[in-house]
């Protein structure tokens, strides 16, 4: 009786340690070969137009600004039909504009405080926004666009090496970006940007580097 209950107890213990080596194997704490992570195909969108448009799209949720705030950011050129404080084709202006557009067109959320989460854009930048001067409203701009890159990439942790890859990218798009502006001004289809020097969208991407260390 005592050896048959003592039997018994080697094949259980036997039992656990195969399950628990199992459990820890597929755990990846085995020893074994760890299992993939379950991750849906990559998308082989330019990771820079990924990347400014998820920043500018959780910045405009972070910060809670308002309909009538984006409506000013995107209001359309009369003499040209576009987005008057974008760069028609340009690399970083794109991003940027399509995530204000998806900011502007979001769903309701089960929230009780609204749709978004910040309290609102600060005063000073909404009456910036407003202001005659296109000068003036592209420094709006290239603020909100600064600080929303700089807020995601800093969440990155990025290695230094990496960090210098992406100042390389965004200095690179930016030349892109001035260099379609000096076209438009050229052809004489530049509308607002007719007398600018610069691009704000392109200036605040590349800015966020000294946001943040
Ligand atoms: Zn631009």
Redesign the pocket.
């Known amino acids: 009786m005592q050896s048959k209950k003592r039997r018994l107890m080697v094949v259980a213990v036997a039992a656990a340690v195969v399950v628990v080596g199992w459990a820890g194997d597929a755990l990846g704490k085995g020893g074994g070969e760890r299992a993939p992570v379950v991750q849906a195909a990559k998308s082989n969108i330019d990771p820079t137009y990924r990347t400014v448009f998820f920043s500018v799209l959780e910045g405009l949720y972070d910060d809670g600004a308002s309909n009538e705030f984006v409506d000013l950011v995107l209001q359309n050129d009369p003499e040209t039909g576009t987005a008057m404080h974008?760069?028609p084709g340009?690399?970083?202006?794109l991003p940027?504009l399509d995530a204000l557009r998806v900011y502007r067109e979001r769903a309701g959320l089960s929230l009780k405080i609204g749709n978004t989460f910040g309290r609102g854009i600060e005063a000073e930048l909404v009456a910036g926004i407003k202001s005659e001067s296109m000068h003036q409203r592209l420094e709006v701009v290239e603020t909100l666009v600064a600080r929303y890159v700089a807020r995601r990439l800093d969440s990155q942790r990025l290695t230094d090496e990496e960090r210098g890859e992406w100042r390389m990218r965004m200095a690179e798009?930016?030349k892109k970006?001035?260099a379609?502006?000096r076209e438009m001004q050229r052809a004489g289809r530049a509308g607002a940007f007719a007398d600018q020097k610069r691009?704000?969208?392109?200036d605040g991407?590349n800015e966020a580097f000294d946001l943040f260390d």
């Open positions: 974008f760069i340009c690399p970083l202006c940027s798009r930016r970006g001035e379609y502006m691009c704000g969208v392109c991407a």
